[in-house]
């Protein structure tokens, strides 16, 4: 995207858009301060990825449109979470700190998810099987049933 | 900067308009105390994560065993509406990273307008969710009123769902897409809420002079929390309005 002013050490360099707050950076020890610019266009993509959304949910993808849906989504997050949230100019504890939670809630989805998935393959079995016993076990006494 | 424990570290005001910062007594330096706020603002904010995943799941599973119920539910939502609040958040996120960007710079007059221009978006924001809460309300598909209202032997319905235009009758368990679309929106709504009225807190300290670029820390906060409201909807409007 657009130029930025990124110091990741946490020393003073010589940057012109430093100049004017390095006080800033000697107190507080970081001092990421993203382009007006950065922002404007990161603001653009958001909205321009929005109208895709809407778009494509009108179009009939059969069950890709969930997929499709959350992909668009998690990009718009990616770049909320990297450039308004700062997180990519942040400390590697707190990319961790916050990431992480992200993984613990796959976890979440994918068990949550695959119990649904295999209800259905549980009654699919359940199905076949019954074919299955209807020729070999006797069927029950007339009137049980 | 180092601290002994008696002498208090205080960070110097940049300019005349704005006012220095003494640091927390049990921090030494102003980075420790920068670093240790926002450690811990990120560890709530990853619980803030857990807790919208948990109902996410319940979203995801429902939808798979009810795909139906919650396509016909998601028609009855107004998507302009929900579009609308998508944009509202989105440039109200844009406003508090410039606001946040303003209070690094020492820009006063810029942090106070980009933070009154976030809260104006909160409200654009509530007062469009509003709406549509009273059309849902009006329609029998969440009486909100009866929302405690438990289990109505009479219609074998839950009290809040009735349905009046019987838009949900032809799916399986009607009620359970506004169970959800209520619970996740609400519980989204008090966090616009209490956002906005963070950001209120942090103009007044701006309009004191508190914020500046060698003291920035709440500001920061707020907006880290603003962007997590907006991050939550991005996720809730294909859901909910345009259900996939």
């Given at each position: 995207?657009?130029?930025?002013?990124?110091?990741?050490?946490?020393?003073?360099?010589?940057?012109?858009?430093?100049?004017?707050?390095?006080?800033?950076?000697?107190?507080?020890?970081?001092?990421?301060?993203?382009?007006?610019?950065?922002?404007?266009?990161?603001?653009?993509?958001?909205?321009?990825?929005?109208?895709?959304?809407?778009?494509?949910?009108?179009?009939d993808f059969g069950g890709a449109n969930m997929l499709i849906a959350m992909a668009i989504a998690s990009v718009k997050a990616s770049l909320v979470i990297?450039?308004?949230?700062?997180?990519?100019?942040?400390?590697?504890?707190?990319?961790?700190?916050?990431?992480?939670?992200?993984?613990?809630?796959?976890?979440?989805?994918?068990?949550?998810?695959?119990?649904?998935?295999?209800?259905?393959?549980?009654?699919?079995?359940?199905?076949?099987?019954?074919?299955?016993?209807?020729?070999?076990?006797?069927?029950?006494?007339?009137?049980?049933? | 900067?180092?601290?002994?424990?008696?002498?208090?570290?205080?960070?110097?005001?940049?300019?005349?308009?704005?006012?220095?910062?003494?640091?927390?007594?049990?921090?030494?330096?102003?980075?420790?105390?920068?670093?240790?706020?926002?450690?811990?603002?990120?560890?709530?904010?990853?619980?803030?994560?857990?807790?919208?995943?948990?109902?996410?799941?319940?979203?995801?599973?429902?939808?798979?065993?009810?795909?139906?119920?919650?396509?016909?539910?998601?028609?009855?939502?107004?998507?302009?509406?929900?579009?609308?609040?998508?944009?509202?958040?989105?440039?109200?996120?844009?406003?508090?990273?410039?606001?946040?960007?303003?209070?690094?710079?020492?820009?006063?007059?810029?942090?106070?307008?980009?933070?009154?221009?976030?809260?104006?978006?909160?409200?654009?924001?509530?007062?469009?969710?509003?709406?549509?809460?009273?059309?849902?309300?009006?329609?029998?598909?969440?009486?909100?009123?009866?929302?405690?209202?438990?289990?109505?032997?009479?219609?074998?319905?839950?009290?809040?769902?009735?349905?009046?235009?019987?838009?949900?009758?032809?799916?399986?368990?009607?009620?359970?897409?506004?169970?959800?679309?209520?619970?996740?929106?609400?519980?989204?709504?008090?966090?616009?809420?209490?956002?906005?009225?963070?950001?209120?807190?942090?103009?007044?300290?701006?309009?004191?002079?508190?914020?500046?670029?060698?003291?920035?820390?709440?500001?920061?906060?707020?907006?880290?929390?603003?962007?997590?409201?907006?991050?939550?909807?991005?996720?809730?409007?294909?859901?909910?309005?345009?259900?996939?």
């Open positions: 995207m657009s130029a930025h002013t990124h110091n990741p050490t946490g020393h003073d360099h010589s940057g012109s858009a430093h100049g004017a707050h390095a006080h800033g950076e000697l107190a507080m020890g970081h001092h990421h301060v993203s382009t007006p610019e950065l922002f404007r266009n990161v603001l653009l993509v958001l909205l321009v990825l929005t109208a895709i959304t809407v778009g494509v949910s009108r179009i990297a450039f308004f949230m700062h997180l990519k100019w942040d400390t590697g504890i707190n990319k961790i700190v916050f990431l992480s939670a992200f993984l613990f809630l796959s976890l979440l989805f994918i068990f949550t998810l695959g119990d649904q998935a295999t209800r259905r393959l549980d009654h699919e079995m359940h199905a076949t099987k019954a074919g299955v016993d209807k020729q070999w076990v006797q069927p029950p006494p007339a009137g049980k049933h | 900067m180092s601290h002994d424990g008696h002498h208090a570290v205080t960070i110097p005001a940049p300019g005349p308009e704005f006012v220095p910062h003494t640091i927390a007594h049990h921090f030494d330096t102003p980075v420790q105390e920068f670093q240790s706020a926002k450690l811990g603002f990120w560890l709530f904010l990853a619980t803030e994560i857990l807790l919208f995943g948990g109902l996410f799941a319940a979203y995801f599973f429902y939808h798979e065993q009810y795909p139906e119920t919650f396509r016909q539910g998601g028609r009855q939502l107004d998507w302009v509406l929900g579009a609308c609040n998508t944009t509202v958040l989105l440039v109200s996120s844009w406003t508090m990273a410039m606001g946040v960007r303003a209070a690094q710079t020492s820009q006063k007059q810029k942090t106070l307008l980009y933070c009154g221009l976030t809260v104006l978006g909160a409200a654009i924001f509530m007062i469009i969710k509003f709406f549509e809460y009273k059309a849902k309300n009006d329609h029998g598909l969440f009486v909100f009123t009866d929302m405690f209202g438990g289990y109505d032997t009479a219609s074998g319905q839950l009290s809040w769902f009735k349905d009046y235009d019987g838009v949900m009758a032809n799916v399986p368990h009607g009620h359970l897409f506004f169970a959800i679309y209520v619970t996740m929106t609400a519980i989204h709504g008090i966090h616009v809420l209490v956002g906005a009225g963070l950001i209120i807190w942090i103009m007044k300290g701006a309009a004191k002079g508190r914020f500046h670029s060698g003291y920035y820390l709440p500001v920061d906060l707020v907006g880290l929390y603003w962007h997590l409201v907006d991050l939550i909807w991005i996720f809730l409007f294909p859901l909910l309005y345009l259900v996939p």
